[in-house]
């Protein structure tokens, strides 16, 4: 039973464009959400997290935005670069179980010229 | 340079072999994890270490076994591989065990093929 769940499986924008990638979750414990960015060869690196008494988060380019009464949540990267193709993991945890994330099946972004 | 490392970066064996794969972290980091990364790119944790004690152990199949001699290695052996264990297996750290917030970090990890 897949906890987390990410759409697209994967995205095709323009440089310029945002891209927006959507979360879903189940288990209303969830009160954390990290995304990780993992470019091919290498391991995630954390590009942006919310907490869930937040409704958004931003960073640079980079939002977050949070619906708990839905479970949703959604990144949306705005300005599209292409070195920002890469595969996108939305992942969560709860604060009952430590640092144990659970992890979505991930959403391959790629960004054209 | 503080990161997390992992060798080998790739390893192809056949059915019924065994392997061992290395991590350490030089971010002075508390906790470590292995993470498994199958074809389709879902990643599930496996195991997490705190101060070199096993915390977590998921559902694994007992012939995967880690291994932690400090608080910055933590190494996996994979008793007579199967060709489901094909997959990337990442290691992580994150500072301190039970800080939820906590950002982890990741090895680049190893990239297993079983024949």
């Known amino acids: 039973q897949q906890q987390v769940r990410q759409s697209p499986q994967s995205l095709t924008v323009w440089e310029g464009e945002t891209a927006i990638l959507n979360c879903s979750y189940e288990n209303s414990a969830f009160d954390y959400f990290p995304w990780y960015q993992q470019f091919p060869g290498e391991g995630p690196a954390l590009l942006i997290s919310?907490?869930?008494?937040?409704d958004k988060k931003e960073d640079g380019r980079f939002t977050i935005f949070f619906n708990k009464r839905e479970k949703k949540l959604s990144l949306h990267i705005a300005d599209s670069q292409p070195g920002d193709s890469a595969t996108y993991f939305c992942?969560?945890?709860?604060?009952?179980?430590?640092?144990?994330?659970?992890f979505g099946q991930g959403t391959i972004l790629k960004v054209y010229l | 340079e503080t990161a997390v490392f992992q060798t080998p970066n790739y390893h192809v064996t056949q059915v019924g072999n065994e392997v061992s794969f290395n991590c350490k972290q030089t971010l002075g980091h508390d906790t470590m994890y292995w993470y498994k990364q199958d074809s389709k790119k879902l990643l599930k944790i496996m195991f997490s270490y705190n101060n070199k004690q096993l915390i977590v152990n998921e559902t694994v199949p007992r012939r995967f076994s880690p291994q932690s001699s400090d608080k910055a290695h933590l190494n996996l052996r994979i008793k007579s591989v199967e060709p489901e264990d094909s997959a990337v297996y990442l290691c992580a750290s994150s500072p301190h065990w039970g800080e939820f917030q906590d950002t982890q970090y990741f090895g680049p990890g190893t990239r297993l093929l079983v024949l």
């Open positions: 919310i907490l869930s008494v937040s």
């Open positions: 992942a969560a945890s709860a604060t009952s179980s430590g640092q144990k994330l659970v």
